[in-house]
């Protein structure tokens, strides 16, 4: 299963407010691994085993080493603050002047939950 959007955000921090991020992501992919088990009953179920977030650009304030950091992914149009968010193993990144056009993957942690 997979989740499209245009930008997300990386952050130091989880409670860290929208604009105090330090990277940029841009075409981002949010995709689910699962393994289709039985759990109750004759009835196969996906049971979700992992997923990771991959960005075809992205923006630096600075350079990042690799490490766990939280992120947003904006799923609303114009003001909307409704994101998918949760924390990542990130890959390192070089600050440039412009917009990276290099893909990115960022190994989901934790749970995502929906915010905003």
């Known amino acids: 299963m997979a989740l499209k959007g245009v930008v997300g955000a990386v952050y130091e921090n989880e409670s860290a407010p929208i604009y105090e991020n330090v990277a940029l992501l841009f075409d981002w992919t949010l995709s689910v691994e699962y393994k289709k088990e039985y759990t109750y009953g004759p009835e196969l179920h996906a049971i979700p085993i992992g997923w990771h977030v ?63």
């Not at 600075?62 to 149009?77: D, M, V, Y």
């Not at 924390?87 to 929906?114: F, R």
């Open 54 to 116: 991959k960005a075809r650009a992205y923006w630096t304030v600075k350079n990042i080493s690799k490490g766990q950091f939280f992120f947003r992914l904006f799923i609303g149009k114009g003001n909307d603050k409704r994101c998918l968010a949760g924390q990542v193993e990130m890959p390192v990144l070089k600050k440039t002047k412009d917009i990276n056009e290099s893909e990115i993957l960022l190994e989901g942690i934790s749970q995502i939950k929906q915010e905003g």
